[in-house]
């Protein structure tokens, strides 16, 4: 058992998973950080027509790059077995971009899914916002909300010296067990768990309501409506596939702590397999540029200009002049 005068309850590096991640967040920092510099580009440079889907893909992109840039440390940090090399300022600022735009990652995907559900199921609807300067509105409340939510971690104690090494650790968490936990780090957790089951709520509640709206005006068996059932899909599937192993992994690491009081070689594994599962978490960033691309034909013809450009796609054929703009119908909707 860690000594009494450690920050963290049970706390101990977790060696073999940084052997782990440091691989995995390597590839997903590299293939986030072209993905998302692409569609970065694409938006900023190759859109001629701005919706209000398009605005919420671009905050999506900038909340992926902003996770992103979190990355190195903490790649660096896995390398070194988890002892933070850096200064405590640093460890609360990279810990803070990583919690901020995890949350603005979660909001946007939200936002996608609900903006598809007015324009399906409630199309004149007094809160679906149709206007481009609305859309701007939304997403900087959004990103106003995001950092109020997380700014706490900028001024909580998040390094705590491990007495159990044989030379001093120094460890460099947020999402961990603590001793005497402060408000602000009770409100971390729990805005851990509500972000995710409020958002996943959402989704799924959106998603059936567009597959189930689009049964009832028979409009299922079309070609392009078929489209639009597997985008809200995949929406649904990728945010699971990305949130969800951390939140069962935390929620098990609580249940053992709570059932084996003090057995920290028990709780120990399960905050491993937590540590382990944020490698999903960051894999989101990668994941949204296919989601980009499976949204709109305009956006891939557009990458592949871009490609093109630069000599890395083959030229093979014109892309159509028609879908280089990115309206509404290009952009999945049916009505």
């Known amino acids: ?32 950080l072209v993905g998302n510099m692409l569609a970065l580009w694409v938006f900023c440079f190759r859109i001629r027509s701005w919706k209000t889907y398009t605005v919420y893909m671009l905050n999506l992109v900038i909340a992926d790059l902003l996770l992103i840039a979190g990355l190195p440390l903490r790649i660096i940090n896995y390398h070194e077995q988890e002892n933070w090399t850096f200064s405590e300022p640093t460890c609360r600022i990279n810990l803070f971009m990583l919690a901020m735009n995890r949350t603005a990652s979660i909001c946007f995907l939200t936002t996608v899914s609900i903006d598809r559900y007015f324009k399906v199921v409630h199309p004149r609807h007094r809160f679906h916002v149709t206007t481009l300067a609305g859309a701007v509105k939304v997403a900087c409340l959004l990103w106003v909300l995001t950092i109020l939510m997380s700014i706490h971690l900028t001024l909580a104690k998040l390094v705590d010296i491990n007495p159990q090494q044989e030379k001093n650790f120094t460890l460099c968490r947020s999402y961990s067990s603590y001793r005497n936990p402060t408000p602000g780090m009770i409100w971390h957790g729990v805005l851990f768990f509500m972000e995710f089951l409020v958002a996943f709520s959402l989704i799924i509640f959106c998603t059936f309501s567009i597959l189930w709206q689009l049964r009832r005006i028979k409009m299922d068996s079309q070609a392009k409506v078929k489209h639009i059932q597997k985008l ?63 949204s709109s034909p305009s956006f891939r013809d557009n990458v592949k200009l871009t490609l093109q450009s630069i000599c890395i796609w083959k030229k093979g054929s014109e892309v159509s002049s028609k879908h280089l703009s990115f309206s509404d119908e290009q952009w999945c909707t049916p009505l």
């Not at 005068?5 to 782990?20: D, I, M, R, T």
């Not at 491993?272 to 949204?288: C, E, I, K, P, Q």
């Open 1 to 32: 058992m860690a000594g009494n005068n450690s920050l963290f309850y049970c706390a101990e590096p977790h060696k073999n998973v940084g052997k782990v991640l440091v691989p995995i967040l390597s590839l997903e920092f590299i293939c986030g």
């Open 232 to 294: 809200v899909i995949l929406i649904m599937i990728m945010f699971a596939i990305c949130f969800m192993p951390s939140i069962v992994a935390a929620v098990v690491a609580l249940l053992v702590k709570s059932l084996y009081r003090d057995d920290c070689d028990k709780f120990n594994i399960f905050g491993r397999v937590f540590h382990g599962s944020l490698a999903f978490t960051y894999m989101n960033s990668v994941l949204d540029p296919v989601l980009y691309c499976f």
